[in-house]
């Protein structure tokens, strides 16, 4: 897409299960109105089941008009039970990313005629 995109902060510290809500920003820099859907990554691998989003603009389609700037939201915690886990004791830190991919959905009106 032809989107800036990046968080508003690089890293954050957060306590294990506890909610965090974390700020991305996206700028369209087309002339054009373009929308994306994102799909999510998270490493390491092991630390992926214990990441658990409540809430995300990745849920949902974003579209944005020509130089459009949008905060987007993340809402997450890590579940405690990784700390427990005898395969993600090496873990310290876990990392989440984007990647925004063209969505080409169109949104459908439908004509309705007059009633008579």
Same mark, same amino acid.
């Not at 405690?80 to 395969?87: H, K, Q, R, W």
């Not at 873990?91 to 990313?97: H, N, P």
């Given at each position: 897409l032809p989107w800036e995109f990046g968080p508003q902060r690089v890293s954050t510290k957060v306590r294990l299960g506890e909610n965090h @809500?974390?700020?991305y920003r996206a700028r369209n820099l087309s002339d054009e109105a373009v929308a994306g859907t994102a799909t999510f990554n998270v490493t390491p691998a092991k630390a992926a089941q214990y990441f658990m989003k409540v809430q995300c603009f990745c849920f949902t389609r974003q579209e944005l008009k020509p130089g459009q700037v949008a905060d987007m939201g993340v809402s997450f915690f890590v579940d *405690?039970?990784?700390?427990? &886990? *005898?395969?993600t004791k &090496?873990? !310290?830190?876990? !990392? @989440?990313?984007? !990647?925004f991919f063209p969505d080409k959905t169109e949104t459908k009106t439908a004509a309705v005629a007059p009633a008579r």
């Open positions: @809500l974390a700020h *405690p039970a990784i700390a427990t &886990d *005898p395969e &090496d873990v !310290t830190a876990v !990392t @989440l990313s984007y !990647t």
